[in-house]
């Protein structure tokens, strides 16, 4: 069936492309990182035709996703997971226990995000901007004025919601990739505000002194009690969002991304329900902010770049657009590889560009996504 | 008065930068519909190249514009180079999927390349030499210009009247257009639509890789992150004058530098790099097809 | 003013660029009619559509909905939320979403299958009972238009004639009272036309008024009972069937003997 390729087929398909990279690494690398930058290129292109030949470029159903079809088995493995992230706290060193935070974090922001990249396929590049603005609002509200948690919470949540509805009804109406850059705009500027609002957010220094989340009996939280709260977060974050996939509401949004045409036709306000869509996103990750910041007990504009926002992105697509689970266990790899994979910590973000680059390229719907 | 001819020089030249790298937006938007976030990427690599040329030659203190006019080529060979791969490893394979699928792509290239260049040439600042012909300044009456600023402006001038007589007066330039106007059409016309949208890239890199090693100069130093910000503010350049209109990203890219360096010297300094971002909300949500768009976007 | 006129479209035109796309158009429809709307290509009928249904606003005229309410300038899910629905000449559907679920979006904004926060994070009797109904209406409906042994494909897995089909079953859960359908019969094989004839005829007897727009004559003498002729976006002539199929500036301008 395979006929044997010519030698000018295999020299344009495998030499010529790793020549080419060595000569334009080369000058950027040195002689012997490009000619690993070239063999690197090499057997990208073998695994990329091996793929391609055997079942077009874009391949039907994971095997992975094939077993968690059936609907028992999801509920075994979410039962599973739980128990896990309860005992978790109870197992892992200090050291641990921060990444396990860290990873609930990037789950809270992840799943966030999804509600806007996944479910209506609104690209937002400046997510991490509403993450700030909850961070920030704890931060003042409880290193200056000495408000409580509970109630710094919710302010925290209502001002990245508040801000989002502000960025949300002129940019809606742009098209796919002008909103997507309006949002980074809008991030920006949130983030040189930060920097430059020195009354307010004491510029590049940060604030300092946040103090930790207070419960009754409990007391200040830390270690593993803090944790603990997050987790509690995680699961009230997708119990809620789970119940709207269910509901008339996740409907809407599967409806406004499948076609906005015929949604209008049936009723449906496209504008309104993107605009609820975007506060509910912003909501959840100024919730995040909030936790975030009484965490660290310090908040300052550099933990709220551009690259976060990105990461956060890279997140969802990994896991899955639109699929809670999969943005889930995106958040959970983008935080442990990267720890597992400390001796490379040079080569991180180059791994993590490949790494969206050849989602898009083999699996733009993500490890558990839905073929869309 | 002094004060604001000052800026407007200042702005000049820094407009003049922003538009070169706005043209390789422009021309792939408007042959692809993609936003290139990579492109800004293969600005800093030319500044690299630049200096490599710099490194190669042995240019010192004295050194004269036959230096330059190396360096110049060099970084624009190499930006051509890296701008040509990343059209054809990373965008070629998806050009058929969503836009949104590019547009993570594009993102993706972008912060390769950053820490592929990171990797290579270390994270902190590597500084150009400092040349004695490019440090002479005019003073007029209190104003000041260096050769620098002249030669910044006037390369810049040059370059896109070459484009332009490039895209309007030669076939490739026609097929550039066809492309850009109907795909499906220009193929059957017997357009080799692949090696349009190449050759768009490819001079596209080239003009980012000339304004990377110019602003080498103009800077003295060149780092891994210098692509990020300048392609935005580029981008909003290119928004700016209608994106996919070449002569309009080029009016967009000196306005720009005007009203930031003016924003920065009569509003605040602080929030110089914000102006950037207003303007390209602001353009977006009121005219996105430019200051000199005809339709609707 | 109410004299039993569903929706009078008065006096409508629409530039595109220098181009009128209608140019001065009056239709009225009365209660109980099946008006259909027919003339070449590009004589401006899915234009006249997208003006009733606000996808595009008018350039000037009014369009009037049961005597009261004016519909020019408004969002398209306003007019849908007045009873109005349309099919697309292309097709609209949610084509990576089950067949079943297509219809269930469909009645989503009724208020009988409606409910509140708090039925829905908890998922109380009320929400139980609620998507139960639009489950069973969605079947219902797909058993009527002969399609209740595919609710659990991907419409976009559908063949052409039963998406279109389809598309009717979601209108029809949406309880409209004026349905536009654009070109509802093209594409069709002689059975499926069959079976439109027929649904169409049911869809009148509930007392719904059908707006279409067609082309094949034998279809519209079937089941339109008026029939007005657009050309170059103007109307060219009105009146029953029999009367338009001798009409001589009709016959010119579908031959071009002009």
């Given at each position: 069936m395979t006929s044997v390729p010519s030698i000018r087929t295999l020299f344009t398909t495998y030499v010529l492309p790793a020549v080419w990279t060595a000569a334009i690494a080369f000058p950027i690398m040195g002689f012997s990182r490009a000619t690993a930058a070239a063999l690197f290129m090499l057997a990208g292109i073998i695994v990329f035709t091996v793929i391609t030949r055997r079942r077009g470029l874009r391949r039907p159903h994971g095997l992975l996703r094939a077993r968690l079809e059936s609907s028992r088995a999801v509920r075994h493995a979410w039962v599973f997971v739980l128990a896990a992230a309860i005992a978790a706290p109870l197992l892992l060193n200090s050291y641990s226990l921060d990444v396990f935070t860290s990873v609930l974090f990037y789950m809270m922001l992840a799943l966030g995000l999804n509600l806007l990249v996944g479910d209506l396929g609104l690209l937002n590049l400046g997510y991490i901007a509403f993450y700030g603005i909850g961070a920030y609002t704890y931060a003042i509200l409880a290193?200056?004025?000495?408000?409580?948690f509970w109630i710094a919470l919710a302010a925290g949540g209502a001002a990245a919601s508040v801000f989002s509805l502000i960025i949300a009804i002129p940019t809606l109406r742009l098209r796919g990739d002008y909103l997507a850059i309006a949002t980074l705009g809008f991030g920006e500027i949130v983030r040189i505000v930060f920097n430059n609002w020195d009354s307010l957010t004491n510029g590049p220094n940060g604030i300092m002194n946040v103090p930790r989340p207070w419960l009754p009996w409990i007391g200040f939280l830390s270690g593993m009690s803090f944790t603990y709260l997050v987790l509690c977060f995680v699961i009230l974050q997708v119990y809620v969002l789970v119940r709207i996939k269910q509901c008339r509401f996740g409907r809407y949004a599967v409806a406004i991304r499948e076609n906005e045409r015929a949604s209008a036709m049936v009723g449906i306000n496209t504008y309104a329900v993107k605009t609820v869509y975007f506060m509910l996103s912003a909501f959840f990750g100024g919730v995040a902010g909030v936790l975030f910041a009484s965490k660290q007990m310090f908040v300052s504009p550099d933990s709220f770049t551009f690259i976060e926002s990105v990461y956060v992105l890279a997140m969802v697509i990994l896991g899955g657009m639109g699929n809670i689970a999969g943005v889930m266990l995106g958040a959970f790899t983008l935080v442990v590889l990267p720890e597992l994979l400390r001796g490379f910590v040079v080569y991180r973000m180059l791994i993590f560009a490949l790494l969206l680059i050849t989602m898009m390229l083999f699996r733009p719907e993500g490890l558990l996504g839905k073929k869309a | 008065m002094k004060i604001f001819i000052q800026q407007v020089i200042n702005g000049l030249t820094a407009g003049s930068v922003y538009a070169l790298i706005a043209l390789g937006y422009t021309m792939v938007y408007g042959i692809i519909e993609l936003i290139n976030f990579a492109h800004g990427e293969i600005y800093m690599i030319g500044a690299y190249g630049g200096l490599l040329v710099l490194a190669l030659v042995g240019a010192h203190h004295t050194s004269g514009f036959g230096t330059i006019l190396l360096a110049m080529t060099g970084g624009m060979f190499l930006s051509m180079a890296y701008g040509l791969s990343v059209e054809k490893f990373a965008y070629k394979p998806i050009r058929n999927s969503s836009r949104l699928s590019l547009l993570i792509t594009a993102l993706g290239a972008s912060i390769f390349l950053q820490n592929f260049v990171m990797i290579g040439q270390g994270a902190s600042d590597k500084s150009y030499v400092s040349l004695a012909v490019l440090n002479t300044a005019f003073n007029i009456h209190g104003v000041s210009v260096t050769v620098n600023q002249v030669l910044i402006f006037a390369v810049a001038l040059a370059v896109m009247l070459l484009l332009d007589l490039f895209v309007n007066r030669t076939m490739t330039g026609w097929a550039m257009k066809a492309v850009s106007q109907d795909p499906v059409t220009a193929q059957l016309v017997g357009i080799n639509v692949n090696t349009v949208i190449s050759i768009t890239f490819i001079v596209g890199s080239g003009l980012a890789g000339v304004a990377g090693v110019l602003i080498g100069f103009y800077y003295g130093m060149v780092n891994f992150s210098i692509g990020y910000l300048a392609g935005i503010k580029a981008f909003t350049a290119a928004v700016l004058g209608g994106i996919g209109d070449i002569r309009g990203a080029m009016v967009g890219g000196l306005l720009l530098g005007l009203m930031e360096s003016l924003g920065a010297a009569y509003i605040s300094p602080d929030y110089k790099d914000a102006f950037a971002f207003i303007i390209l909300i602001l353009i977006l949500l009121i005219k996105p097809s430019g200051l000199f768009g005809k339709g609707q976007a | 003013m109410d004299d039993g006129t569903i929706l009078s479209i008065t006096d409508i035109s629409i530039m595109f660029g220098g181009l009128k796309a209608l140019d001065r158009v009056t239709i009225g429809i009365r209660k109980g009619e099946v008006l259909c709307i027919i003339g070449p290509n590009g004589a401006g009928k899915t234009t006249l559509f997208n003006c009733i249904t606000g996808f595009l606003r008018p350039t000037s005229g009014s369009i009037v909905y049961r005597g009261?309410?004016?519909?020019?300038?408004?969002?398209p899910h306003e007019i849908a939320a007045h009873g109005i629905y349309r099919s697309f000449q292309n097709l609209a559907l949610f084509t990576n979403v089950s067949v079943e679920d297509n219809v269930m979006i469909g009645g989503l904004r009724r208020k009988e299958f409606s409910y509140s926060i708090t039925d829905m994070l908890i998922h109380t009797p009320v929400f139980r009972a609620r998507e139960a109904a639009l489950r069973q209406e969605a079947a219902d409906l797909l058993a009527f238009v002969g399609l209740a042994g595919k609710k659990d494909r991907k419409a976009g897995e559908l063949s052409y004639g039963e998406r279109k089909l389809l598309e009717l079953a979601r209108g029809l859960i949406t309880r409209p009272q004026l349905l536009l359908l654009d070109e509802p019969a093209a594409g069709l094989n002689p059975t499926e036309k069959t079976e439109l004839v027929r649904a169409i005829g049911r869809i009148r007897e509930q007392s719904i008024n059908v707006i279409l727009i067609e082309h094949d004559m034998r279809f519209v003498s079937d089941i339109a009972n008026w029939i007005v002729v657009l050309d170059y976006g103007k109307k060219l002539a009105e009146g029953l069937p029999d009367d338009i199929k001798k009409n001589k500036a009709v016959i010119e301008a579908y031959l071009g003997t002009r």
């Open positions: 290193a200056r004025f000495g408000i409580s | - | 009261a309410v004016e519909l020019t300038g408004r969002k």
